[in-house]
């Protein structure tokens, strides 16, 4: 009789058929993979990983194994990611939350007291994490969201719902400042804009490249583009004083600060993430 298929044989198969596709991540993805088809956790896993596997859930594991092998995002494939320490749903529709963004949440916290009842703008919302997160964190801000995407905002609702923030968080749908009326003026505004420069595209990782909207990603050549236009009506509808909060992608913090200093705001400091790039660049609206 051939040795059975135990979750640890096919852990550790799955593993070596990654990692001989280029994926750094093989050993994380398959034990994500096997417990989502298992409908159990990690740490499951390993307290049974000598049980026989049902060729039922063998089948389910060989469907999420090619769609990996498919370069698809993980997150994609078993619906969720964390940000900020709690799940929300990801999809095709929005780019997978990364660790970076979550320094966007940290400054805003840094800048929002613990009691404000105050407005907050996200432009760019995608899934609502950045926009969920602030609502959980602050339980007396109002945050408007918005996108271009409905699909996204379908999304970015589902969130919001699930984590019971839905009556803090108004999504609204528009490109930009057109989703904001025209006397509305904002405590902070933050984003998470398209920065990459659609000549890099091709250069990306297939899971970015094939799998992420790509709307969510290219910022149009040179990547600054949509930066651009929010630097242009940012000092509208910032408060005297408010604070602007970009997430930029690596080498473009200073490009970015100089685009907000024409646009008549306050460069106020360079945020670096956890690999040493700086991130989100802050700038404040005049206090007069």
Do not use: K
Not at 3 to 20: E, F, G, H, Q
Not at 80 to 98: H, I, K, M, S, T
Not at 114 to 142: F, H, I, M, W, Y
Not at 200 to 226: M, N, T, Y
């Amino acid at each position: 009789m051939p040795d059975p298929w135990t979750i640890r044989r096919v852990l550790s198969w799955m593993t070596a058929d990654l990692r001989a596709r280029g994926i750094e991540t093989a050993r994380l993805d398959s034990e994500l993979l096997v417990a989502h088809a298992l409908g159990a956790n990690r740490l499951a896993l390993y307290l049974d990983l000598d049980r026989p596997l049902t060729p039922d859930e063998l089948a389910s594991i060989r469907s999420l194994h090619l769609r990996r092998r498919a370069r698809e995002p993980v997150a994609y494939i078993v619906g969720r990611r964390e940000f900020w320490n709690r799940d929300f749903e990801v999809g095709p529709a929005v780019l997978v939350p990364r660790p970076e963004t979550e320094l966007l949440v940290e400054r805003a916290l840094a800048i929002v007291p613990a009691d404000s009842a105050a407005t907050v703008l996200e432009l760019c919302t995608g899934s609502g994490c950045v926009a969920v997160s602030l609502a959980l964190e602050r339980p007396s801000l109002r945050v408007v969201a918005t996108d271009v995407s409905e699909a996204a905002l379908e999304v970015a609702l589902r969130n919001a719902s699930r984590h019971r923030v839905s009556g803090r968080v108004e999504l609204r749908r528009g490109d930009l400042w057109d989703a904001v009326l025209e006397n509305e003026r904002f405590a902070l505004v933050v984003a998470n804009p398209p920065y990459v420069a659609e000549e890099d595209i091709g250069s990306l990782a297939p899971e970015i490249r094939d799998h992420e909207p790509r709307a969510a990603v290219s910022g149009g050549p040179g990547g600054l583009q949509v930066i651009e236009r929010i630097a242009q009506g940012a000092r509208a509808h910032l408060e005297p004083g408010g604070r602007l909060l970009l997430e930029v992608g690596a080498g473009q913090a200073e490009r970015v600060e100089r685009l907000l200093t024409a646009e008549g705001l306050v460069p106020s400091g360079r945020h670096r993430d956890l690999s040493g790039v700086e991130r989100v660049v802050e700038a404040a609206a005049p206090t007069l």
